[in-house]
Each structure stands twice: as C-alpha cells, then as structure tokens.
C-alpha cells in the first residue's frame, strides 16, 4: 500500500512538472510573440530583423523587412529574399507577392516582376485594391492591355474609385474607344467619366460617352444627368442640349410631367419640384424680393409663384432657359395677379437673348391690385437666336417697389410667319 501511494505522488509530481513546463513555454511563446509584434511595429529593418528572429515563422515581418529595403534602405537584391522568405510562408497573400514584383522591378527583372504580379491576382483576382495595385504596374511597364484589364476590375468591383481610376487611364491611354470598352454597365461609372471629360475640356470625347450611356437599358435617376445639360448650356450647344433633356425625360415618367403640350416654357404651371438646372426653372435669391411657390393662391393647377417686394431691384431672381429656332415669331402669356403693388415700374415677365442679354420681348407691367388676367406679346428672334432666357424684370429695377405679384400658366409657343 505504501508504494501504490509513493508512485501516486510521483505520478502528480510528473503531471504538474509538465503543467509547469508547458505553461512556461507558452508563456516564452506568448512573450516573444508580444515583443516581436511591439518591435514590428517599430518598422524600422534593426526592429524588424529583431522581431524576425524571435519569430521567425511570421511571413508579415518578412514582408515588412523587403517594403523597407525596397523604400527606405534601396537594397532591392535583399529585399527579393526577404520576400521569398514571405511567399513561401504564406503563399496566398496577394500583398506579399505584389512587394515581390517590386523588388524585382527594382532591379530590372521586368519577367519576374510579371509573373509575382500574375500570383497576387491568381489568389486575389477580385479585390479592387490589387487590381488597382497590378493595373499601375502594368502601366509602369507599358502594358495597356493587362493595365485595362485590372482597372475594369476596379470599375467593376468599386465605382467609387470611378473618378481616380478613369483619370489615370484617360490621362495615360487617352482612347476613348478602349476605355469605354472596360467600363461596367454602370450609369454612376459613365456619369464620372463624362464629368472627367468635360472638365479636361473633351466636350466631343463626353458626347460619345453619353451616347453610349443612353444605349445602356439601365435606369438611373435623371437628376444625375442634369449637369450634362447645364454644361452643353454654358458652351451653349443648345441643340445638343436640348437633345439631352429630351433623352433623360424620355427614360422618366417624372422629369416628362416638366413638360405641357404645345408649349416651350417647362413647367409654366410650378406644379412641379423646381430643379434649378437644365430647362428647369432655376432660382437665385434676390435682397428685398421674396419669392415662393404658393399653394393657396394660383390660377390653375395647385400652386403660383408669389413675388413680394419690400424696397426695390429688378431681377426677381427666377428664370429659365428656353431653346427656340433663329428667325421664328413667338407668343409669350401668362397670368398674373397683384395686391398692393405700388411703384413706377411693375414687374413684367421678359424674354432676352442668351448671349448678349437683348430683350427680344416683354409682357405689359402690374400695377396695383388686380385680379388674376392674362397678359400676352409676340416677339421675333433674330437671325442668330436660338437661346432665350425667361425672367421676371422690372424696368428700370432702381426705383421704390413694395406689394404682392403672382404668376401662374405661363406659355411660349411658336407662331406661323
């Protein structure tokens, strides 16, 4: 009995012998663990050499040694092992075989920076920023067709990255034919290249990009599109322009309710969100002129616009741009109402040339108090007018004004000569 109870305790004192080797190890591994992550994050190469040695099994230590030989220290030759060192620890990082084709780029070996490149993609062929990473690469070396290959990937897989992506590639490739041809069928991805475009000034290079947006069956909201027809305004390419909003009313049901038969002036009856763009109306805030959309007074429909001025100024703020033909008479109307409108010079709806800001037309002023009436005039445009713009004018504006004015359904429409 006493040497089953003497080989009992023997067999305790193994078993806790061993819990205190095997704790004590895990604790040196725990440890040297700890001070090699605390001395990798040093990143500096003494650092990450010490953190190497006392782990030396980490394929991300190795790989921050090779980035810092390549950058820091340029001893590219040492950085190649260190990241072969990495790759075969861990073969599956793309990261690691993307700083393998840098150090070898960086010592000329162009076919073996290729086929490093050619890994990363083959064990991460879809994340946005490897591709972005293999693209630059391919393009460093001139070879445009991988580079487009890997940035379609980025378009595809990130539209965020849109605007960056597509610059480099215009500003290096410049073929609009062979980057179209990479972009996703995207409306946001095509709307950022057309952006692109138009602000390097490739008004043409942008028409053919919005073609081929328009052949997309993709919807998109028409609100995005807007800026493409205030752009072709301001170049006043109004026929091109004019085409562009008829293309976004076209493809929604909301933008066509801007539109009234037989008349030119968009939404003439503000039942409508104003847009303040394209053919829309568009509203800038005036000092002592208040304008509203007016749901409780109006002569048609469901709202006005209400105008109170409180001291003076001519321009209410409120216009539109209007596309009409050179050498084509015209009747404006509308209908108006006012309360207390006293001044010398009432307020009267006016139609100016685009260019040069001539009145080609204006209706009779209010004066007073009136009820709701129709005011009317006809006008001819000139021989080189194809753009008018709507406004709501007093002439002259410098003089005392002080009252209410509504105007509601008010209509362009072209006259026979």
């Known amino acids: 009995m006493e040497w089953i109870s003497i080989q009992g305790r023997l067999q305790r004192l193994i078993l806790f012998a061993i819990c205190i080797v095997g704790a004590a190890t895990y604790i040196w591994f725990v440890t040297n663990a700890y001070r090699a992550d605390q001395l990798a994050r040093l990143a500096d190469e003494s650092s990450l050499k010490r953190a190497i040695s006392l782990a030396p099994q980490n394929a991300t230590y190795h790989d921050l040694l090779c980035r ?15 990241c072969l060192k990495a790759s075969k620890l861990n073969p599956y990082s793309s990261s690691i075989w993307l700083d393998t084709a840098q150090a070898y780029f960086s010592v000329g070996n162009r076919q073996l920076s290729n086929g490093a490149i050619h890994k990363a993609l083959s ?5 946005p920023d490897i591709a972005w990473s293999a693209a630059n690469f391919f393009l460093i070396q ?22 960056p992506t597509l610059n480099i590639c215009w500003q290096s490739i410049h073929d609009i034919r062979r980057i179209q041809q990479i972009l996703p069928p995207n409306p946001n991805v095509y709307i950022a290249f057309i952006q692109l475009l138009l602000s390097t000034g490739e008004l043409e290079s942008a028409h053919q990009i ?21 752009n072709l305004l301001q170049a006043r390419a109004v026929a091109q322009a004019s085409d562009v909003w008829k293309q976004l009313s076209s493809r929604s049901r909301a933008l066509q309710a801007y539109s009234e038969q037989n008349n030119l002036v968009t939404d003439g009856s503000f039942n409508q969100e104003i847009l303040n763009s394209g053919f829309d109306w568009r509203y800038t805030p005036r000092p002592h002129i208040a304008v509203t959309l007016d749901s409780a007074e109006f002569h048609s429909g469901r709202r006005s616009l209400r105008f109170v001025y409180s001291e003076n100024g001519s321009d209410a703020g409120v216009f539109q741009y209007i596309a009409v033909q050179p050498g084509t008479r015209y009747r404006l109307s509308a209908w108006v109402k006012s309360e207390d409108l006293a001044t010398a010079n009432g307020p009267s709806l ?6 040069d800001n001539t009145i080609c037309g204006a209706t009779e002023e209010t004066l007073g108090t009136t009820p709701w009436h129709r005011l009317e005039t006809e006008l001819l445009t000139g021989p080189q007018t194809n753009l008018l713009i709507l406004g709501m004018l007093r002439h002259p504006g410098d003089t ?18």
């Open 68 to 82: 810092s030989m390549i950058f820091v220290s340029q001893v590219p030759q040492q950085a190649i092992d260190e």
């Open 350 to 355: 006016t139609l100016s040339d685009a260019t």
């Open 210 to 230: 919005w073609s081929y947006l328009m052949q997309l069956t993709i919807p998109f909201d028409y609100h995005q599109g807007l800026f493409y027809v205030d």
């Open 123 to 127: 064990v991460d062929p879809t994340t």
């Open 400 to 417: 005392r004004v002080q009252g209410r004015f509504w105007v509601d359904d008010i209509k362009l429409e072209p006259l026979q000569n």
């Open 142 to 163: 001139g070879d445009t067709v991988n580079a487009l290959d890997q940035f379609a990937v980025v378009l595809r897989e990130e539209s965020a990255l849109a605007t």
